[in-house]
């Protein structure tokens, strides 16, 4: 510690013997006045050693007046503030202007407090310094809410900041006076770039100058702007934006700025544009598709008709959207349609319907509408999509041809009935063959039971082969039957061999009538056919009484043939070959045509419908000359899977 000056007027110490008028007594005054008020003062020499601190002080810092007088200001002052406030006073000893600086002060119990300290020179007559007097003010609570402010400050200025918006804060005039960092990754304009600029003529397009200022006029008026619009970054590459603009007023200033939020909307337009051109793809394409398409909402409700739907109803969208298409539907199918498509529509599966709709020109035509439920490409269901096809000259042409058919199964049954009545004396006499065995049997039966001595094992014989006979006649009875009854095709497993024989037997004795003999090659163990039994019989007739006929032209005995085989993997081969005429010379390819004959009482149909049959089983018929004498027809036969296995 220095030693304090004898000279200093204001000295610390008992003033018990001093006196008002003499300094020693207005330094007792002034001392007990500086003692008494309700601060903290002092004062220093010129070098700014300390002279001089008020009780209050001393109290304050829990120091002596020895502690303190002759020292240098700083003494209590936090060490982290002392060199910046040290520098500071000694700035303003050697300069003799006033001083001021805060710093933090330690109190008795040790703990800081910030203080402003004040110090003002007092000169002499010469102009010198002779002293400094100064003050302390505790300014810690209005430190601390500054720093409360600060912070708060600091708060806003980093939401602000880290708004996801790009956001400029503009004066009246539009010109610039904050961004945030969005602004400067959506621009690319770093805040110093655009301070003060128009936000106009920094970001706006020219073709969008007009508009920006009509934004600036309704912001002036207090309006506020929202829209959809363009704007052109520091990179020239224009983007999209939300623009929300706000004027913002303050009670006491009227408008002071306006906000400009920006929100860059390009990915979201460059989705709406691709959905806009789908759109009008799906469009165009549901519009020249030659069929009549059709969606509907979620709702079931349709709200869509393609170009050839309205050119075919010749109504208009307005009419048919909702359930106005019902109106088009015949009233008959109307109930149908609902039917089907609701309980589909319920459980968003595919659904398939005919019904008739009325044409522009009033017809109302078949259609074959079929739809099924469609989803976005997030999944969701987003209602169905259908279309509609005219059938009616389908179903007409369907119908034509099952008239065909019905007229061809009619002609196949003339054909059998005719062609049987051509047999009726040789099957008279298959019939019969059986029965005179029967009767024969008979008699043989009560001849041995006839004896003294009944032979009774015999006559069980006779009497079993009746029954033999009664069986045969009725099994050909019944065969003759199937022949001449009417009746729809029906596929069977059929062995071929079997029909064959069964054939021989109605034809025996009418070959037998002429010399003719009928012969047999067939394969043994052939897989069963499928096939219809009763078609199959008739190309058997057809072929063989074919056959006989030639052979009885021909004048001569000859053989018929009849071979089956199984030419491959998957069929089987038949032939009927005789020993006749031989084909119609330069006509043998005609032989198959409806109505070509030769023979007087010929219809002319018999191979036509055979081929027919033949073919409706998949399989073929042809028929090639024999090199010595006659022809031979054949025909195959498709063996299925499980038979050719
Ligand atoms: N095996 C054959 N040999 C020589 N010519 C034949 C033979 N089979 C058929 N033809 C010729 O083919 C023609 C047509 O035969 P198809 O069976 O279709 O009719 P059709 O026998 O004349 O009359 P339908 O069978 O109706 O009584 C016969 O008239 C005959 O000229
Ligand atoms: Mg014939």
Redesign the pocket.
């Known amino acids: 510690m220095r030693q304090s000056r004898s000279s200093e007027p204001l000295r610390q110490g008992s003033a018990a013997t001093q006196t008002p008028g003499d300094p020693q007594t207005s330094g007792f005054h002034l001392r007990s006045v500086l003692d008494a008020i309700p601060g903290f003062v002092w004062s220093a020499l010129p070098d700014g050693d300390v002279e001089f601190c008020n009780q209050r002080w001393l109290a304050y810092t829990g120091m002596s007046s020895d502690e303190v007088i002759g020292e240098e200001l700083a003494v209590a002052i936090r060490p982290q503030d002392k060199s910046g406030f040290v520098e500071k006073w000694r700035a303003a000893l050697a300069q003799g202007e006033s001083f001021e600086a805060e710093a933090r002060t330690r109190q008795a119990d040790g703990r800081y407090r910030w203080f402003l300290i004040r110090a003002v020179p007092l000169r002499d007559a010469e102009g010198g310094i002779s002293r400094w007097y100064g003050s302390n003010v505790d300014i810690e609570d209005l430190k601390q809410a500054q720093d409360e402010v600060l912070k708060q400050t600091s708060r806003l200025d980093e939401l602000f900041e880290q708004t996801p918006e790009a956001v400029a804060v503009l004066n009246a005039d539009g010109r610039i006076i904050r961004i945030n960092k969005e602004f400067t990754r959506m621009f690319g304009y770093d805040p110093h770039e655009v301070l003060e600029r128009s936000v106009n003529d920094l970001i706006v397009p020219e073709r969008l100058a007009e508009s920006a200022l009509e934004y600036n006029r309704r912001l002036k008026s207090g309006d506020r702007v929202e829209v959809e619009t363009v704007r052109r970054p520091k990179n020239g590459t224009d983007v999209h934006v939300s623009l929300l603009a706000v004027p913002v007023n303050s009670a006491s200033a009227g408008q002071v700025a306006n906000y400009a939020i920006y929100r860059d909307i390009t990915e979201r337009k460059r989705v709406e544009e691709r959905l806009l051109e789908s759109e009008v793809r799906f469009q165009a394409i549901a519009d020249t598709a030659p069929v009549m398409i059709w969606t509907t909402g979620t709702d079931g409700l349709c709200n869509y008709f393609s170009k050839p739907w309205l050119d075919f109803t010749g109504r208009t969208m307005q009419q048919e959207v909702g359930m106005g298409w019902t109106e088009g539907v015949h009233p008959d199918d109307v109930q149908g349609c609902l039917d089907r498509f609701l309980p589909a529509f319920h459980d968003r599966l595919p659904f398939r319907m005919e019904y008739r709709l009325r044409r522009a020109d009033g017809e109302y035509r078949w259609v074959d509408e079929s739809g099924i439920p469609r989803y976005t490409p997030g999944g969701e269901f987003a209602g169905y999509i259908g279309c509609n096809i005219d059938i009616t000259d389908r179903k007409s042409a369907e119908e034509e041809r099952e008239r065909l058919r019905q007229v061809q199964s009619e002609l196949a049954h003339i054909?059998r009935v005719?062609?049987m009545g051509e047999l009726a004396a040789s099957i008279a006499h298959e019939i019969k063959q059986p029965i005179s065995a029967a009767h024969t049997n008979a008699k043989t039966c009560l001849r041995w039971l006839g004896r003294n001595q009944p032979d009774i094992k015999e006559a069980r014989e006779a009497a079993s082969r009746v029954i033999q006979d009664v069986i045969r006649s009725s099994e050909i009875i019944s065969r003759i039957r199937v022949l001449f009854k009417k009746g729809e095709p029906e596929r069977e497993w059929v062995d071929v061999n079997e029909v064959i024989r069964e054939m021989i037997s109605l034809m025996r004795s009418e070959a037998a009538r002429h010399t003719i003999s009928i012969r047999t090659e067939l394969a043994p163990q052939l897989p069963d056919v499928r096939a219809d039994r009763v078609q199959l019989q008739q190309v058997f007739l057809?072929l063989m009484l074919?056959?006989i006929?030639?052979i009885i032209e021909g004048n001569a005995a000859g053989d018929l043939t009849i071979k089956s085989e199984r030419n491959s993997d998957c069929q089987v081969l038949i032939s009927v070959s005789?020993t006749?005429?031989?084909?119609?010379p330069e006509q043998a390819n005609k032989?198959f045509d409806a109505f070509?004959?030769?023979?007087p009482q010929?219809?002319?149909?018999?191979?036509?419908i055979s081929r027919s049959i033949i073919e409706s089983h998949g399989g073929r018929l042809w028929v090639t000359g024999n090199s010595d004498r006659?022809?031979t027809?054949q025909f195959t036969l498709p063996l299925e899977k499980a038979a050719a296995a």
């Open positions: 054909n005719t062609t057809n074919n056959g006929d030639a005789d006749g005429i031989g084909l119609p032989v070509f004959t030769t023979k010929g219809t002319g149909m018999g191979l036509s006659g022809a027809f």
